[in-house]
């Protein structure tokens, strides 16, 4: 089936099979290898993407479901040179190790700040259950997250965040 | 991680999705797809042609019809935590995470009757509606007669749960839950609401078969005593690895006298 | 703190919690992973895994998918016999060691559920799956067994004929009789009966491998998930697919965590490269998570029996240990070795113990084979020891952290011989105590614990010291011990005409922050700026030959080398220094970033210059070779000995059983800190898969050997809500031994976080029910049914 995605702002048109999961389109068709798959039971949170704003584990969607859909990865976020706040949050506060699950954190944990500028540590900790880390014990990416608010808040890279 | 391969189509409206399905029995109804998908990614279900409905307007959205809230099948979680309608909310807080939330919907997870999830506790306690249409036409059935067995609810083959009608009225309600550590879904979970005419009523999920009223406890609290223990019986329980079923049971007189608590 | 280095540093880097150099393409989704990595005309392949934990294969119908789409080939145990391939070997021989044949892909048997018993090779991944369900294979099934105990009880199910009694080995160290002299004057003893759990290690990347094969020059290249690709190429070229050596290049780029399952060799690496040979295009496979959970090399699992004695003043007299090992189906690298020298040698603990005995029996069974999981034996050990003086503290009514003080091998006693064959270099235990103490505010903690009693919350609050071996490892110690390798490591200094610098080593970093550390240590060395320098590792083709990353080695060993191969450049340098500015090489400090002489500051020359003249050579001492590159190899003298006190409280909700990590505080000594940040998250992430297997974890099987927690929907690993900040501090004892002083922190967090949380669940159970034990992990239903059993005055539910 044909499908057309807008990924990161450009729109993709690829034929795809029906049982392609968005994040295997993601990775396989657009090379857009930023996004990770950790499980096989859409419970390791690591594929997290946006649809129209809406976090998602984009191994739980076909990609014949987002078509005609706005997609945000990892690779939308920010480039090294300018940065989104979450992704200097994760840098600043060793928020990260192997770097494995960090898309999906920093994804999941941008929609938290959409929705709540100032969360606690526990809304933190509650919004991310659905994001595994093996490496860090979760403490520098609480840390991490709360700085990006702070960042956010003091609108250093404003222009950056109100587009997310 | 690869579903058996499979046709795919985008149903245009519920008569649609209703004819489709009646042309074609092993068509799968595909809403959020957070039940549906993980299993079809493991092989453990591999249906030859999927409908999708979770495009379907008709099926969006929450809306006042008298007494009553109604909520649209493919309403997500996220959207019923942002709601006002009763106890819904609170319990959608504790479904899946938020990636989840934002995919997966009220009425995929009603139909789809797992034994596990939260909402069917949800749908007792508040005395919820649930508006199926089939190829004869439209029926609704009571929160009582929905939840039939493991996976199985009223709604039959070749039909679609439409639409939940919540009564509102509703003056307070709490949802007690005790999370499965690795999969958070409820190995027990009570909910319990005082309705417009003072009168509580309560149900468990997770513990049992199928979700289930509490009729003990909701005689106990009406007659306004304490919730007290054996709300249940253990025999009646699931018992895993996780949870005998004793244990099961006795979570549930511990999680109902602590709605009871809250619920004041 | 207790002591500094040593020596008086100026250094700009080291101890700065910079923040990592390799993390922005980690942030920005521009990480290099295996999977991510696409070669033209690449296939895909699929593995067929046994569904039984023990069967045999009376055939394998290839027919019942060839003619699929997209199906290239079907490889099965015939294949890799026809091939010539060898056993995939063990690394670590003890003894008598009875090690059964592990081929790449199962020939006649099944051994456990999800070893390989054929391989798909298709065009894409979906039509290998496709196929992988399809296939028809023809098992026959076998008696089994899961458990080591039931495993050498008369009668069980044989794992493997070559095995009979599916005993592997008879290990012991230390002296018996001492023991049981000790025993018969002892004022008191008492006795545990231990399970030390099957865990899962569950890196999030899953493992990975892609190999390519060019025909006219005969060179394989292999991408995988390794920790030591150096290893990946020995064993692969030399005793399992015989290639030249150099003809194979093993990369092991990104790696999202290891935890030591990414240390072994995999059947699935020898298939990759069969299976591109035969092909004549690469070919890639990607575990899915369910097949990780029956094929990478699993943790723990240990049943033991402690004893302890002491006398009549609480001095410790003598500690016994026997445990059961499963090893799994198979023996993988270090097998033989994790429950042996890296267990047994750390049952002494932190104590002056007079006689310590400790026998292992490793057992083979029907389940995934077991090697080295972050901590590798000394979690066991730190358990096996932390438990039993626990119990003592309480047989004899001690506070448990005075009981340890007053037991504790003092500063004076180091370097101090233990029992049990290590000898302990430096330590000073008592100021990581009483730190962790006072940062926990351990008396307000007892106090409230005392509050609490009797209410439907209490508190349960654990102190444990401990001391590990890590920095693996002396060569010709662990030769003598077994090891079938070196454990030295290596580095490669290459200095750039412009003054730019490039750092190779050996080890490899999949988390742990090397390109950040080594060069903080590389700029302080050379006082360069650290952003003119990189790290390169995980190539053998870039890289020097080096041993890579596991008993946390990297900085006390790799790191060593680094030192001790910048010394070499910056000798050459203050020579060619001195040559361009016409003085001798006494005369010439190296000061400031500038190689100047004394007493004429104005009178310099920077790095770059000493750089850019090596390369041109117009004017350097004579017989001096151009460049300045140089290489060392480092072997240590010892281990290290990183030690700590770690404090846990938990809460206990006795209606419902379920445990809450409140708080978690630790004081570690690791040697001066090279990157604060980085050694904090180290702990960080340890304490987690600590806490995790005291709360949460367990590769739970039936007794037949299948798997009941093969997913993440049945193997519980902490989440975000599971776990609370983390409270840090050091002490700094350098390593008397390695040019930095440093010791290992990559698994102390492990090595003591298990101990820890388990203790403060049974003590808040000790104090308010009189349980003294309860095996790992602490969940719910097994919690509520010991309080309740109690409570109503049934005594102990020790066993359930």
């Known amino acids: 089936m044909n499908v057309t995605v807008n990924v990161n702002g450009k729109p993709y048109t690829r034929d795809v099979e029906p049982r392609t999961l968005l994040v295997h389109f993601l990775r396989e068709d657009l090379l857009l290898t930023g996004t990770h798959v950790g499980c096989d039971t859409s419970q390791c949170g690591a594929c997290t993407v946006h649809i129209g704003g809406e976090a998602v584990k984009s191994c739980t969607v076909l990609a014949v479901q987002a078509d005609g859909l706005d997609v945000k990865t990892i690779e939308g976020m920010g480039t090294p040179g300018d940065l989104h706040p979450l992704q200097t949050g994760f840098w600043e506060k060793h928020g990260l190790q192997c770097g494995y699950c960090t898309p999906g954190m920093i994804m999941a944990s941008a929609e938290l700040l959409k929705h709540n500028a100032n969360p606690s540590e526990e809304e933190i900790r509650y919004h991310l259950e659905g994001n595994y880390c093996r490496c860090t014990g979760y403490h520098n990416i609480v840390k991490a997250v709360q700085h990006a608010a702070e960042i956010m808040a003091q609108g250093e890279q404003a222009g950056q965040a109100a587009d997310d | 991680m690869y579903p058996a391969n499979f046709d795919y189509q985008k149903a245009a409206s519920v008569d ?21 998908l993980p299993a079809m990614k493991l092989r453990l279900a591999q249906p030859p042609a999927l409908l999708d409905i979770f495009n379907l307007e008709e099926l969006k959205g929450i809306k006042e019809d008298g007494d009553f809230y109604v909520v649209g099948a493919m309403v997500t979680h996220a959207d019923v935590m942002r709601s006002k309608i009763p106890l819904f909310p609170e319990v959608a807080g504790w479904v899946g995470d938020p990636m989840v939330r934002n995919r997966g919907t ?80 409820a190995i027990v979970g009570v909910a319990m609401a005082r309705h417009a005419d003072g009168q509580i009523r309560a149900a468990y999920t997770g513990a049992a078969e199928k979700a289930a009223r509490l009729p003990k406890l909701e005689e106990r609290l009406n007659a306004g005593q304490d919730a007290g223990t054996g709300l249940v019986e253990g025999a009646d329980m699931l018992g895993d690895r996780f949870a005998s079923a004793e244990f099961r049971a006795h979570l549930v007189d511990v999680l109902s006298d602590r709605a009871a608590k809250r619920l004041g | 703190m207790t002591s500094n280095s040593g020596e008086s540093r100026t250094d700009k880097y080291f101890g700065q919690a910079l923040k990592r150099k390799e993390d922005p393409r980690f942030i920005t989704g521009a990480g290099n992973y295996t999977d991510d990595i696409v070669l033209p005309g690449m296939l895909h392949a699929a593995m067929v895994r046994s569904p039984y934990p023990h069967a045999k294969i009376n055939g394998i119908n290839k027919d019942s998918v060839l003619g699929m789409p997209g199906v290239e080939a079907v490889l099965t145990g015939q294949d890799i016999v026809d091939a010539g391939i060898g056993s995939i070997p063990v690394g670590w021989l003890l003894p008598e060691l009875k ?236 097998a033989p070795a994790v429950p042996t020298y890296l267990y047994g040698t750390l049952c002494n603990g932190v104590y002056k113990l007079p006689a310590v005995h400790v026998k292992v029996q490793g057992v083979m069974t029907n389940t995934v084979p077991v090697d080295a999981y972050r901590g590798a034996g000394r979690p066991e050990a730190t358990y096996a020891v932390e438990r039993t003086v626990d119990a003592m503290a309480h047989a004899i009514g001690e506070d448990p952290a005075e009981f340890r003080r007053k037991n504790f091998i003092q500063p004076e006693d180091f370097p101090y011989q233990t029992p049990v064959a290590l000898v302990y270099d430096s330590g000073n235990y008592e100021p990581a105590l009483d730190m962790a103490l006072n940062m926990m505010k351990y008396q307000e903690l007892r106090a409230e614990q005392e509050r609490m009693k009797g209410s439907n919350k209490i508190l349960g609050v654990s102190v444990i010291s401990y001391v590990e071996a890590c920095g693996l490892a002396p060569s010709a110690l662990v030769g003598q011990l077994g090891a079938q390798a070196g454990q030295w490591e290596s580095s490669l200094v290459r200095v750039y005409p412009t003054g730019k610098v490039e750092l190779f080593t050996g080890s490899h970093s999949h988390g742990q922050g090397h390109e950040t550390a080594f060069p903080q240590i590389a700029a302080d060395e050379l006082q360069i700026p650290i952003e003119d320098i990189d790290l390169v590792h995980g190539d053998t083709g870039r890289m020097p030959y080096g041993w890579g990353t596991y008993g946390s080695r990297s900085a006390a060993v790799g790191g060593s080398a680094l030192k001790v191969a910048l010394q070499k450049i910056t000798a050459k340098a203050r020579k060619i220094a001195a040559h361009l500015l016409e003085a001798s090489e006494e005369d010439v400090e190296h000061e400031g970033g500038v190689f100047r002489i004394k007493g004429a500051p104005d009178k310099s020359k920077t790095f770059f210059d000493v750089a850019l003249m090596a390369h041109l050579a117009h004017s350097l001492p004579d017989g001096m070779e151009p460049g300045l590159e140089a290489t060392a190899f480092y072997d240590p003298k010892n281990f290290v000995y990183p030690f700590g006190t770690h404090i846990a409280v938990v809460e206990i909700d006795t209606d419902t059983g379920k445990v809450d990590l409140r708080n978690y505080g630790c004081v570690d000594d690791c040697g001066p800190l090279i990157n604060p940040l980085i050694v904090e998250g180290q702990v960080h992430g340890g304490i987690a898969q600590g806490a995790g297997q005291a709360l949460w974890e367990e590769g739970a099987y039936d007794e037949e050997g299948n798997l009941l927690a093969a997913s993440y929907m049945e193997y519980t690993m902490p989440r975000s809500d599971d776990l609370p900040m983390f409270q840090i501090d050091h002490t700094v004892t350098p390593s008397p031994h390695n040019p930095l002083g440093v010791k290992g922190i990559g698994e102390s967090g492990t090595i003591a976080g298990s101990s820890a949380v388990a203790n403060a669940v049974l003590d808040a159970l000790w104090v308010e029910c009189g349980i003294e034990h309860m095996d790992m992990p602490y969940t719910a239903e097994k919690v509520w049914k010991a309080i309740r059993a109690s409570r109503a005055g049934m005594g ?3 066993d359930d």
Request: aromatic letters at 8%; zero cysteines.
């Open chain 2, 106 to 185: 009220i009425g995929g997870s009603l139909a789809h009757a797992d034994p596990s999830a939260d909402y069917p506790a949800a749908a007792l306690a508040t005395g919820a509606e649930f508006v199926i249409r089939g190829m004869g036409g439209e029926r609704t059935v009571g929160a009582d007669e929905m939840f039939l067995g493991m996976f199985e609810s009223a709604v039959e083959a070749g039909e679609l749960l439409t639409h939940i009608r919540i009564p509102k009225g509703i003056s307070s309600s709490v949802y007690e839950k005790y999370r499965h550590p690795a999969s958070h879904y």
């Open chain 3, 796 to 798: 102990q539910a020790a």
């Open chain 3, 99 to 334: 090690t059964p044949a592990h081929p790449a892909i199962a020939l006649t048997e099944a051994n456990h559920v999800g070893d390989i018993v054929a391989v798909i090779v298709a065009e894409t991944r979906a039509l290998a799956e496709d196929a992988a369900a399809m296939l028809e294979v023809d098992y026959e099934p076998l008696p089994s067994v899961a458990f080591a105990g039931a495993a050498i009880a008369e009668g069980a199910p044989v794992v493997h004929d070559d095995v009979p009694g599916n005993v592997a080995f008879n290990w012991e160290i230390g002296d018996a009789t001492a023991v049981q002299e000790q025993f018969n004057v002892a004022h008191k003893t008492v006795k545990l009966k231990l399970k030390n759990q099957r865990l899962i290690p569950n890196a999030i990347e899953p493992r990975a491998s892609l190999a390519q094969f060019t025909p006219a020059s005969g060179e394989y290249l292999l991408y995988t998930t390794s920790q030591n690709p150096h290893i990946h190429r020995l064993i692969l070229a030399a005793f399992v697919m015989n290639i030249p050596e150099h003809k194979l290049r093993v990369i092991s780029p990104d790696v999202g965590g290891g935890f030591g399952s990414k240390i072994f060799q995999y059947q699935e690496e020898v298939i990759m490269l069969l299976a591109a040979r035969l092909m004549g295009r690469p070919v890639k496979w990607t575990a899915r998570r369910s097949e990780a959970f029956v094929s990478d090399m699993q943790g723990r699992d240990h049943e033991t029996e402690t004893e302890m004695a002491v006398d009549k003043d609480g001095k410790m007299l003598a500690f016994r240990v026997n445990t059961l090992a499963n090893l799994g189906a198979y023996q993988t690298l270090f």
């Open chain 2, 16 to 36: 649609d999705a209703i004819k489709a399905m009646s042309d074609n029995p092993e068509l799968k109804i595909i809403a959020g797809g957070h039940s549906l």
